[in-house]
């Protein structure tokens, strides 16, 4: 159904549009038949008023050689027929004029008209003017008897006299007097003829050239006023280049200042970098040290305190052995009941005295002063056992001298340690800083690879978005065209069916005839 109202309405727009085409040639034969009819009408009326003009010069003439002769006279067309041929010539040809340069006008193209008057042939020219100075001859034929009297006078040599009141009285003696005037007469015509034709082909001439003047003037000014204009763009452009070049020195200049100040500030931000790492350094070695000072000081304190320690045992061992020795010193009194006036320092309590000096002081360095200081009174009365207290003085020496070459040695194998471990962790540190940097380069390169396949992804989505949308770009053509095919079948059909139907039409009305 749809196809079928499809082709009717196809057979309908068809139908209305060969309607109006043939509307439109009617309308146009029908206008040109009016103005053909409207050409013809002017034509005749120019005929008309051709013929009119004849008479009137053909009956001036007549009057005008009426006085010449009172015989029988031929008349002015057998005299002179070129000149009325060459009137009525130059009507038709201006009646043309008329008509070429109305159909111009009705145009209402002024180039046109320009280019018509200046692609015209001379010929053309000399014959319009030709057949205006003929025309205006006749006029002035026409114009009145006096003119053709006085050269007809003048020429044959007619005396006129006035004798008082009475009238003038023109004579011709014979014959062969009127047939001179007649020629005289011709030549004189003709040599007007001429002399009209030569001056109207000069008017002519000037009013083309003024014509032409005129256009050069009008051409002059145009191309001024152009000129001016162009002057003043010029100028205008001049200024705005000249202002261009001003802002783009400015921009230049400003340019150069922005490029210093970055190289300025990449120097500078170079500088930084350098500073920062220098101070991260530095930072770090003060850390490094900190940590190394405070364990210094953590392993002192400990080897201080081991030391008070020891000091103190050897303080209690000192206060023992003195006790002992006043014990056993009063026993040997009591028993022998002598006193030796003698006192002798044993080198044990001097020995004990020296290692005392020798250390750090303390408090109990101080107790023990004093009570050396008072004993020294009973040292002469230990005798008996200075052996002993020798042996047992020279024991704590060693034992002493050898805590404390145990301490030193002690404190160097830390300081050992310390340094091999400080060592081991700046290894360690820089290994690891390089490892970081491995890392972060590895990182990078990751990073552009990402990035790289990121592009690539992303122009290879951009491509199938491409290729999907040339993909239903070409699935809608295919469906147009598939659409236009059908629309083609089925107007090929109906065209078929038509063209069947005529068949079969044509075919009755010959079986018909």
Not at 247 to 268: C, I, P, R, T, Y
Not at 298 to 327: C, F, P, W
Not at 408 to 427: G, V
Not at 433 to 451: F, P
Request: with cysteine; hydrophobic share 30%.
């Amino acid at each position: 159904m749809r196809r079928r109202e499809r082709a009717l309405h196809e057979d309908a727009a068809l139908s209305h549009i060969a309607r109006e085409a043939e509307a439109r040639l009617a309308a146009r034969r029908a206008a040109r038949a009016e103005a053909r009819e409207i050409r013809l009408r002017e034509l005749e009326r120019q005929q008309r008023e051709a013929a009119v003009d004849d008479r009137t010069d053909a009956g001036s003439y007549t009057s005008l050689s009426k006085p010449v002769s009172p015989l029988s006279t031929p008349r002015p067309s057998a005299l002179c027929p070129e000149l009325f041929s060459s009137s009525r010539t130059a009507r038709s040809s201006t009646f043309l004029r008329t008509s070429s340069s109305g159909s111009l006008f009705e145009d209402g193209s002024y180039s046109g008209l320009l280019r018509h008057h200046s692609s015209r042939p001379m010929d053309e020219r000399s014959e319009r003017d030709f057949a205006d100075m003929t025309r205006s001859g006749s006029l002035y034929r026409s114009s009145g008897p006096g003119l053709s009297a006085a050269t007809l006078a003048s020429l044959g040599g007619v005396g006129s006299s006035r004798r008082g009141s009475t009238d003038t009285s023109f004579s011709i003696d014979s014959e062969p007097s009127v047939r001179e005037l007649r020629e005289s007469l011709s030549e004189v015509e003709e040599k007007y003829r001429r002399t009209m034709l030569s001056n109207a082909q000069l008017d002519n001439e000037k009013s083309h050239l003024a014509y032409q003047v005129e256009l050069l003037r009008d051409t002059l000014e145009d191309m001024e006023e152009h000129t001016a204009v162009k002057n003043k763009e010029h100028k205008s452009l001049n200024q705005e280049l000249s202002r261009h070049r001003q802002s783009e020195a400015l921009l230049k200049h400003k340019n150069m200042e922005l490029q210093e100040n970055l190289g300025q500030q990449d120097v500078l931000l170079k500088e930084k970098a350098q500073l920062q790492q220098q101070h991260a350094a530095v930072t770090q070695e003060v850390l490094d040290l900190r940590e190394v000072l405070n364990w210094k000081d953590r392993r002192i304190e400990a080897l201080e305190r081991q030391r008070d320690y020891g000091v103190e045992n050897l303080e209690g061992t000192a206060h023992s052995n003195a006790k002992n020795a006043s014990m056993k010193h009063h026993s040997d009194l009591e028993c022998n009941g002598e006193v030796s006036t003698t006192r002798e320092s044993s080198p044990f309590v001097e020995n004990l005295f020296q290692g005392l000096d020798s250390g750090p002081e303390s408090v109990l360095d101080v107790r023990i002063r004093t009570l050396l200081e008072e004993k020294k009174t009973l040292q002469e009365e230990v005798c008996s056992l200075r052996t002993e207290l020798e042996k047992v003085g020279i024991h704590g020496v060693m034992e002493r001298r050898e805590t404390a070459n145990g301490l030193d040695l002690a404190i160097l194998d830390n300081q050992r340690d310390a340094n091999k471990q400080i060592s081991e962790y700046k290894m360690k540190i820089s290994k690891a800083e390089q490892e970081i940097t491995t890392l972060s380069q590895t990182v990078q390169r990751l990073e552009a690879q990402l990035k790289r396949q990121r592009e690539a992804v992303e122009a290879a989505e951009t491509v199938e978005d491409d290729l999907k949308t040339d993909r239903r770009r070409l699935q809608r053509e295919l469906r147009t065209i598939q659409e236009h095919v059908q629309e083609l079948e089925l107007t090929n059909g109906h065209l078929s069916r038509r063209l069947e139907k005529l068949k079969a039409s044509r075919s009755t009305l010959l079986s018909q005839q």
